[in-house]
Every structure is written in structure tokens, then in C-alpha cells.
Nanobody, 127 residues
Framework: QVQLVESGGRLVQAGGSLRLSCAAS????????MGWFRQAPGKDREFVAAISWSGTSTYYSDSVKGRFTISRDNAKNTMYLQMNSLKPEDTAVYYC????????????????????WGQGTQVTVSS
């Protein structure tokens, strides 16, 4: 079993920056592909960014590409999402997700591919 805990969400003005963290615990191995998803009020949860367990492969949704950066520190069992040039439409609860992965370069963009989820952290961007 893997536990995921997100942190770093808060209220920020449009144009500002935030860094979200996702700390993993439970199993010692770090061979997990991970990703970030978000859910805005009244909308379905959507994919934001994904990273392979080695960190060498990443992928972003079109809505955040060029503004957000996903990264991970396997020594700390932590994944990050650096969010720059934030817009009001980025307002959402952000969730991290993880799944075991045998490949160092594969990432996953579909929700149903992930086995573990955090509880979410609220990001609110004011205009």
C-alpha cells in the first residue's frame, strides 16, 4: 500500500507561482509512475501532468504546457508540480496519483491507470 499526501495549495493572485508537493510513503521502492490531476468545481477531474519513475519522461496537458513543470526526487519519495503564470482557470483541487511501473520511461495520462491517490490540495487563483 502507498500513501500520498499533497501540500502547497493556497490562494494566489493571477500571474503568481506555486509549488505543490506530493509525499509518498508506505512502500520503500520508488519504481512508481506518478501524475497530477485536478478537479474544478462542477467539472470532472482532468489530467495535468505525468512523470515516469526515473523522471526522464514527462507529459503535460495542453492547458498547462509551458507554465507547469513536473519533477520528482526519488531519494525523498516526493513529486513536485511547479506552477507559474497561474490563471483563474487553474483554480481546482489538485490530486497526485501513483502506480507501480516496470519501465523507467513510461508515464500515464489516464485516471484509471493509477492505483493510489492523495486527498488533494486546494489551489485558488484570484483575478
Amino acid at each position: 500500500q502507498v500513501q500520498l499526501v499533497e501540500s502547497g495549495g493556497r490562494l494566489v493572485q493571477a500571474g503568481g507561482s506555486l509549488r505543490l508537493s506530493c509525499a509518498a510513503s508506505g512502500r520503500a521502492d520508488s519504481s512508481r509512475a506518478m501524475g497530477w490531476f485536478r478537479q474544478a468545481p462542477g467539472k470532472d477531474r482532468e489530467f495535468v501532468a505525468a512523470i515516469s519513475w526515473s523522471g526522464t519522461s514527462t507529459y503535460y496537458s495542453d492547458s498547462v504546457k509551458g507554465r507547469f513543470t513536473i519533477s520528482r526526487d526519488n531519494a525523498k519519495n516526493t513529486m513536485y508540480l511547479q506552477m507559474n503564470s497561474l490563471k483563474p482557470e487553474d483554480t481546482a483541487v489538485y490530486y497526485c496519483a501513483a502506480r507501480p511501473s516496470l519501465s523507467s520511461v513510461v508515464y500515464y495520462t489516464e485516471e484509471n491507470k493509477y492505483a493510489y491517490w492523495g486527498q488533494g490540495t486546494q489551489v485558488t487563483v484570484s483575478s
